[in-house]
T-cell receptor, first 114, second 114 residues
Framework: EPEVTQTPSHQVTQMGQEVILRCVPISNHLYFYWYRQILGQKVEFLVSFYNNEISEKSEIFDDQFSVERPDGSNFTLKIRSTKLEDSAMYFC????????????FGPGTRLTVT | AQSVTQLGSHVSVSEGALVLLRCNYS??????LFWYVQYPNQGLQLLLK??????LVKGINGFEAEFKKSETSFHLTKPSAHMSDAAEYFC????????????FGGGTRVLVKP
């Protein structure tokens, strides 16, 4: 069964460094998402991406964050200058359509900023 | 804006007993509602979803949920708990008129006692 994959599973970085989290969505999906979960808190929406552009973003998704679909298979989240408060589990998701269609989640990347 | 509240961050049930996980939502327009399950070190997996068809929705692994508009609830049940049901469960909402982003509840961790 097709699944969303994410690499790396765990990333440790120093404050101020740039990180790129990578995701390979399910191949025929058109909608792509990033969510994050800070330890002990809710899963929060960061950004959605469709037709090669951001369709919606949350207040969390400031200028330090960017997303890209550099080729037909990868979907990346870049954090330009990491802060301690960026430490979280980051989930990528993909879906076929809008309006109640299921989002398929990857296993997550645990980002630890020291 | 939409929001989700899950009553009880931890629930403990005996094997074979009823599992009941509570979810209440708030939205100004008709919602789509989802239950996801997260097993240790895995991503979020869809259990079931409500998208304005039947109000009683059956999902995988014997779970079901009932949409009650008058109570703004979407509680998840399973008649007989199995040890393999030990996991964290998330209720989520997305609005028909507000894009695809999922808004999650805080999650309920289920412990199943033998």
């Amino acid at each position: 069964e097709p699944e969303v994959t994410q690499t790396p599973s765990h990333q440790v970085t120093q404050m101020g460094q740039e990180v790129i989290l990578r995701c390979v969505p399910i191949s025929n999906h058109l909608y792509f998402y990033w969510y994050r979960q800070i330890l002990g808190q809710k899963v929060e929406f960061l950004v959605s991406f469709y037709n090669n552009e951001i369709s919606e973003k949350s207040e969390i998704f400031d200028d330090q964050f960017s997303v890209e679909r550099p080729d037909g298979s990868n979907f990346t989240l870049k954090i330009r200058s990491t802060k301690l408060e960026d430490s979280a589990m980051y989930f990528c998701a993909s879906g076929l359509g809008a309006g109640g269609q299921e989002q398929y989640f990857g296993p997550g990347t645990r980002l630890t900023v020291t | 804006a939409q929001s989700v509240t899950q009553l009880g961050s931890h629930v403990s049930v005996s094997e074979g007993a009823l599992v009941l996980l509570r979810c209440n939502y708030s939205s100004s327009v008709p919602p789509y509602l989802f239950w996801y399950v997260q097993y240790p070190n895995q991503g979020l997996q869809l259990l079931l979803k409500y998208t304005s068809a039947a109000t009683l929705v059956k999902g995988i692994n014997g779970f079901e949920a009932e949409f009650k508009k008058s109570e703004t609830s979407f509680h998840l049940t399973k008649p007989s708990a199995h040890m393999s049901d030990a996991a964290e469960y998330f209720c989520a909402v997305t609005l028909k008129a507000a894009g695809n982003k999922l808004t999650f509840g805080g999650g309920t961790r289920v412990l199943v006692k033998p």
